[in-house]
C-alpha cells in the first residue's frame, strides 16, 4: 500500500472518533499541561514530533504544540491495544530527545522500518505519525503557516492547480 493511502487509512481512524472534536475543542482552549503522559514522556515526544515535522519554512511541530495534542488525543480516541503500544515505545525511545538530530532520524527510520509490516494498533510509529500530523494540520500553526490559508475564502474551485513550489490550502 502506498505510503498516502496508508497515511488516509490511518488517519480516517483518528479523524472519525467521536472523541476528537472534543478533543480538539479542549486543546484550543485550555492551557497546556500534560495529562495522559508523565512529563519525560513528553519529552520524547517532544523530540519525536519535531523530529517527523522539524522547522523548516513553517515552525516545527512543537511550537504547534502537537505533543500535548497527541497527550489529549491518545487516550480519547486511540484503542487500548495502541495505547499500550505508544506508551511502550516512548519508553523504549528514552532519552531520545538528547541524541543528535542525526540519531534521531537513523533511530525513528529504523522503527518506521520495523514497524511497516505490523497491524495499525501495533504500529508505534504509524500511530505516531498520524496522531502528529493531524495536530499539527489542525493547529492554528500547521493551517496558517504550514497550509495556504485563506480566512475568507471566495468561492469553490474543484480542480485548483498548484504551482511549483505553492503550499497545499487548508481546509
Known amino acids: ?36 503522559l508523565t512529563g519525560p514522556e513528553l519529552a520524547t ?9 522539524p522547522a523548516t519554512d513553517s515552525p516545527a511541530a512543537s511550537a504547534a504544540d502537537t505533543h500535548y495534542f497527541i497527550d489529549a488525543a491518545l487516550p480519547a ?5 495502541a495505547q499500550a503500544t505508544f506508551r511502550r515505545a516512548l519508553g523504549e525511545l528514552a532519552g531520545f530527545e538528547s541524541l543528535s538530530p542525526v540519531e534521531q532520524i537513523e533511530i525513528l527510520s529504523k522503527r518506521a522500518n520495523a514497524d511497516q509490516p505490523l497491524e495499525y494498533d501495533q504500529s508505534f510509529f504509524r500511530i505516531l505519525k498520524d ?23 471566495g468561492g469553490y474551485w474543484g480542480d485548483l492547480p498548484l ?9
Open 163 to 171: 504551482g511549483p513550489e505553492q503550499k497545499a490550502w487548508a481546509i
Open 131 to 153: 496522531y502528529a500530523l493531524t495536530g499539527y494540520f489542525l493547529s492554528e500553526i500547521g493551517a496558517t503557516q504550514a497550509l495556504a490559508y485563506e480566512s475568507v475564502p
Open 45 to 53: 515526544l517532544r523530540a519525536l514530533v519535531d523530529t517527523i515535522l
Open 1 to 36: 500500500m502506498s505510503g498516502r493511502r496508508e497515511f488516509l487509512r490511518g488517519s480516517s481512524i483518528l479523524l472519525a472518533h467521536g472523541a476528537l472534536g472534543a478533543v480538539v475543542q479542549a486543546f484550543a482552549s485550555g492551557p497546556r499541561k500534560p495529562s495522559y
Open 77 to 81: 480516541c486511540g484503542s487500548p491495544a
